[in-house]
């Protein structure tokens, strides 16, 4: 980048506290139209226009993968020429024509940047322009000298080590820097040691305002050094660290019973699976398994103050700052002070302040204050320092009063488990008498009914109830009779109810009937009369007078022998009548006798007689008591409140959480005193290292000095259980002495390299592998054809067998490593993000097929307008005239800018978090140059935008999908992706495909250009 363009001394004299960077002067191009160029300036703008394109390819790069990726500001070059090496002359050779064969080249001629910062690049749009700033993100500049160590020899190259170090010391090399010319001076101290070598420069060599801005890999001066150490040991010097695991088979295979909850110290929510981690915990090395949603990061902050309440130390590490930040966040929670040590990234854009002001070094700075809030008073002057401590009313914890509360969360949780019981009793008895409902209906006396009420009985009561029925009918229609008023007249007096006049009245007609006279003379008349009284002298006998007179009275007169017979009966009617109404009487008495020993009311004997004209009498009689019993055991249940039990249980699990954070305060505060009984020299230390820690990260002979007397960290080590840091900065900042952790626990291991692993293995005795062997694999070190290995085999003569190639699985990660190795392995299954259909993909193609089906909990369903769906494709028409790449869908990222505007527009996702992924890099920096020429901030507006390797280990609330393809003939272009063809890029991209389709958490949104039938399969 030519100096017009970069002003570098402002640039170095800039603080990195300042929001704004410094802008890249491309004045022509920010300010021209293309169509009003004019020859004149023809030439400037198309030199600015070429390094405005690589500066916006650098600055998507850095935003779509910024856990991988560092942008670097280069200035200061130097050209030298040096010998080149006689291996590699002889590994040239072979590339060489026979012709030129005797030409092999014996120096070679670079240019090298001497200094370099990491720096960020931010884009700002005004008046229709994007411009560019450089902002630095580290205070350190790197003096890179590594390249010439080779030629300057040991001597000489740690000597002009040494001297840098005291400008780094001095902060001569932090910014902002006022005084360029300290750069100049330390060309000259390299000139003066580069004369004493072979190699070949010139004053001209050094340009310091040659600068230049570039993008690569993050690497870690820290982790070379300690890899370079670590090479020389000898086996048994890793007896003591978790790197034995590799080589040795013992105490891998342990299984140890998991703790009572009184005895265990996980302050947050937990389930089964996450609580079996503890019983491969005290293995050398082990592995979690954690899928996407199933409280991977919730499991290690439990796991971390376990550990620490048992007085373990604990290393933390990652090489994705999220998954650090995300632990952090949580143990933050606890309000514990002193319980992990951070060390944040200043560089990061996944970082605010917060987590700054999080570190370790502002907590080192305050831990004087810390002591003297707690109520300590030190008195160092005495022989032996004296600490004094105030005792602060309920501030005692202890892991009784812990297992008290979660008895009493035992009590509550069975309790509310009781109550839900109850409730899904109820429920369920509910349900049934529901399918009862007919058969449901109050029983008299339920106990008679089940054991009297039998098919005989029913079929005598309908026989009563028939003859009742009868029977009635019969007094009745009597009842109508006008005779009958007559003969209450005449026999109001006589009991006629209970006697059986009517069968001595048939008598008497009988007698009638055979010889009753029918004629006029009255002599004949008596005659007749005096010999039937005679005749039925015993009949007449049971006769009362009243019904006498009356037979006597009517027999007496001067009426036909018909006409006498139909008095008698209508005589013989009137009794009859009364003996009925007798036998009504009974018979309805009967009735009730049955009914009542059937345990029925009549209605309730008609209900039943209505069922069993649809059913048999035995499954009538069955369901009827089981409707009675189902009442019976309803009103027996008790149920207790759920809600007001589940408040109660949530406040002693917050009490329980709220112990454990004391408990370990506690724990972290005697520590501490402890520590400062020791005297001056501990505080000296936690002074120097409050400074040290704020320091940046380039800040090389600082933290050399640090590793090189281990007393420092380990002092502070004593007090501060967790240390939570990306890998590098484990080498960066604590010695390389075996064991000095008990655990070194790593999360997404699945992206962590073998080489970082290493080194942080050795400072820990075991070793915990957090990760998914389905996702990503740190693909910064996959190799692109076999050429460099084909020219190291050919060199040394490896056999065939013991080639790495460039295919298949040869990029393994340190999880990879650790399953190969056999560990125990506890897999977490319950997934908490998203609803079955999000996450269903994944589980289908990933999990399920190995055995690790998840089982979805989560429920929470957010519908997309009307449509009942989570996920929803939105079908793009391509508007032909715009795209202009195959890798760039210009109408699909205009579809989603429109459709992010109205999901913001929207209420119920005005507080959402939004993804926007594609599988194409070019596809994410248009997509990011379209929402920021509209105004929009990944910062501020709650949405990211990038590839899949920059959201492992995050997640959103709604994931946008950008598939950019056409037509299924560019299915060519998803190769890279899928791995056609077999090269090396197929089993990490399975994983990257994972990724990609498991970080929602209510919706997902697929925005194709091409109908879905014509998608190609794969």
């Not at 993100?137 to 390249?147: P, S």
């Not at 003996?579 to 009735?591: A, G, P, R, T, Y």
């Not at 060199?795 to 080639?803: F, R």
Request: glycine share 4%; aromatic share 10%.
């Amino acid at each position: 980048m030519p100096e017009h363009f970069l002003n570098l001394t402002e640039l170095l004299e800039s603080d990195i506290d300042e929001n704004a960077g410094k802008l890249i002067n491309l004045e022509t191009f920010y300010s021209l139209d293309p169509q009003k160029i004019t020859k004149e300036n023809q030439k400037q703008y198309n030199e600015e226009q070429s390094i405005a394109k690589k500066i916006e390819e650098i600055y998507n790069k850095g935003r779509n993968d910024p856990y991988t990726k560092q942008i670097f500001f280069s200035f200061g070059y130097y050209e030298v020429e040096i010998p080149v090496k006689e291996e590699e002359i002889e590994l040239r050779s072979d590339y060489l024509s026979e012709e030129n064969e005797n030409e092999k080249p014996t120096t070679k001629i670079d240019r090298y940047p001497l200094f370099s910062l990491p720096i960020s690049i931010e884009k700002v749009f005004e008046k229709g322009a994007g411009k560019y700033f450089i902002k630095p993100i580290d205070t350190g500049i790197q003096v890179n000298i590594g390249i010439l160590a080779d030629i300057l020899g040991e001597d000489l190259y740690y000597k002009l080590i040494e001297e840098f170090g005291r400008y780094e010391v001095k902060g001569d090399l932090s910014l902002p820097i006022t005084n360029v010319a300290i750069f100049d001076e330390i060309w000259d101290k390299i000139r003066a040691q580069l004369k004493l070598t072979d190699a070949k420069f010139s004053e001209e060599s050094f340009v310091l305002n040659e600068m230049r801005v570039g993008i690569s890999p993050k690497v870690n001066y820290f982790i070379a050094d300690d890899l370079q150490k670590l090479s020389k040991y000898e086996e048994d010097d890793f007896k003591n660290t978790s790197l034995i695991s590799w080589i040795e088979d013992e105490n891998l295979s342990s299984k140890d019973e998991i703790p009572e909850e009184g005895e265990l110290y996980f302050p947050f929510l937990y389930d089964e699976y996450q609580l079996r981690i503890l019983s491969n915990i005290n293995n050398n090395a082990s592995i979690v398994q954690g899928p996407p949603g199933t409280g991977k990061s919730q499991t290690i902050a439990n796991l971390l103050c376990h550990l620490a309440a048992k007085g373990k130390k604990v290393l933390f590490v990652s090489q994705k700052e999220q998954a650090l930040k995300v632990v952090k966040d949580m143990l933050k929670k606890l309000g514990t002070r002193y319980l992990f040590g951070y060390m944040p990234d200043v560089g990061s854009i996944q970082l605010n302040e917060e987590d700054r002001l999080d570190g370790i070094a502002p907590q080192l700075a305050a831990l004087e204050s810390h002591i003297d809030e707690l109520g300590y008073k030190i008195y160092p002057r005495r022989k032996y320092p004296l600490i004094v401590y105030k005792e602060e009313k309920g501030s005692l914890i202890t892991d009784k009063s812990i297992k008290n509360i979660v008895e009493k969360k035992i009590e509550l949780k069975q309790l509310f488990n009781q109550s839900i019981e109850a409730q899904r009793l109820f429920y369920k008895l509910y349900q049934e008498l529901e399918d009862l409902k007919e058969y449901d209906f109050e029983i008299s006396n339920p106990r008679l009914f089940q054991s009297t009420f039998s098919d005989d009985l029913r079929k005598k009561i309908i026989e009563l109830k028939n003859d009742i029925e009868k029977l009635g009918r019969e007094v009745r229609n009597y009842e109508k009779n006008k005779k009958k008023a007559e003969f209450d007249k005449l026999f109001s007096i006589l009991d006629l109810k209970n006697n059986h006049y009517s069968e001595l009245v048939r008598k008497i007609i009988d007698d009638i009937v055979k010889g009753g006279y029918d004629g006029h003379n009255k002599i004949f008349r008596s005659l007749k009369n005096t010999l039937q009284k005679l005749r039925l002298k015993n009949v007449r006998f049971a006769f009362p007078r009243e019904l006498l007179d009356f037979i006597d009275d009517q027999l007496g007169q001067d009426i036909s022998k018909i006409q006498a017979i139909k008095t008698m009966e209508e005589l013989l009617n009137y009794c009859r009548y009364h003996e009925q109404q007798q036998e009504l009487e009974k018979m309805e008495n009967d009735l009730e006798d049955s009914l009542n020993s059937s345990g029925l009311s009549n209605k309730e004997f008609l209900q039943i007689e209505k069922l069993i004209s649809k059913a048999n009498f035995n499954e009538v009689k069955e369901k009827i008591l089981r409707a009675s019993e189902i009442h019976s055991q309803l009103n027996e249940i008790k149920i207790e409140n759920p809600n007001d039990i589940s408040l109660s249980l949530n406040g002693a699990e917050k009490t329980r959480q709220q112990r454990i954070a004391k408990y370990l305060q506690n724990i972290i505060n005697k520590k501490i005193l402890d520590k400062y009984k020791e005297g001056t020299s501990v505080r000296a230390i936690v002074r120097k290292l409050a400074k040290a820690f704020g320091k940046s990260k380039k800040a090389y002979r600082t933290f050399d000095r640090l590793r090189d007397n281990p007393d420092n960290f380990l002092a502070i080590m004593d007090f501060i259980p967790i240390w939570i840091m990306e890998l590098d900065d484990a080498s960066r900042i604590i010695p390389l002495g075996p064991g000095i952790f008990d655990y070194v626990i790593f999360d997404e291991s699945s992206q962590c390299n073998i080489a970082y692993g290493i080194p942080a293995m050795y400072r820990a005795k075991k070793a915990l592998f957090v990760g998914d062997s389905e996702q990503m694999r740190d693909d910064t070190i996959i190799f692109k054809s076999n050429r460099s290995f084909d020219e190291l085999a050919k060199k040394y003569q490896i056999s065939e067998d013991l080639q790495i190639k460039a295919t298949g699985e040869a990029v393994q990660s340190i999880l990879d490593i650790a399953r190969l190795r056999g560990l125990e392995e506890v897999p977490l299954r319950n997934h908490y993000r998203s609803p079955k259909e999000l996450i269903g993909f994944s589980n289908k193609y990933f999990y399920k097929p190995k055995g690790k089906e998840l089982i979805i909990q989560n429920t929470n369903y957010l519908a997309y307008k009307n449509t009942n769906q989570i996920m929803v494709i939105h079908p793009v028409e391509v508007d032909w005239d715009k795209e202009v790449s195959e890798r760039i869908n210009v109408s699909e990222a205009e579809n989603i800018l429109d459709f992010f505007r109205e999901l913001k527009s929207d209420k119920r996702y005005q507080e959402k978090s939004i993804g926007i992924l594609s599988f194409f890099n070019a596809q994410a920096a248009y997509l990011r140059e379209l929402f920021e020429k509209e105004g929009y901030k990944e910062e501020t507006d709650n949405y990211k935008i990038g590839i899949i390797e920059g959201i492992q280990g995050d997640e959103k609330d709604i994931i946008l999908y950008s598939f950019v393809i056409r037509n299924p003939d560019q299915k060519n272009k998803y190769i890279p992706l899928t791995g056609e063809g077999g090269d090396i890029r197929a089993g990490i991209n399975k994983g990257r495909v994972n990724v990609a389709f498991s970080r929602a958490r209510l919706q997902t949104h697929c925005f194709v250009s091409m109908p879905i039938e014509e998608i190609p399969n794969g």
